[in-house]
């Protein structure tokens, strides 16, 4: 008997793992810093092992945003922030 492929193949743990921990990751930086009133996006990207970086950007739409502050994180598998660069100082109520 023949077995239907479903139409979406199911996520690589691996990868659903580092989705988690790049959200833990950025809910940990916006706790931090605040959230931006014109937040217009924000990125985490693995950089090696725990090693991270993380972009804030601001603007009001795709054609006025800009990047309003970067940050080198080491992390651990958590999410916990061992150590930034520079340091994540709150900056927004």
């Not at 991270?52 to 800009?66: A, C, M």
Request: glycine share 6%; aromatic share 10%; no cysteine.
């Amino acid at each position: 008997m023949q077995s239907i492929p479903d139409d979406k193949p199911a996520a690589k743990p691996e990868k659903t793992d580092r989705r988690r921990l790049s959200a833990e990751i950025g809910a940990r930086v916006l706790r931090t810093l605040g959230q931006p009133d014109d937040l217009y996006q924000f990125q985490v990207r693995q950089l090696w092992d725990n090693h991270f970086r993380v972009n804030v950007f601001v603007g009001t739409d795709s054609t006025s945003f800009r990047l309003a502050h970067s940050y080198f994180l080491v992390a651990d598998g958590d999410g916990n922030i061992v150590n930034s660069t520079p340091e994540i100082t709150r900056k927004y109520l």
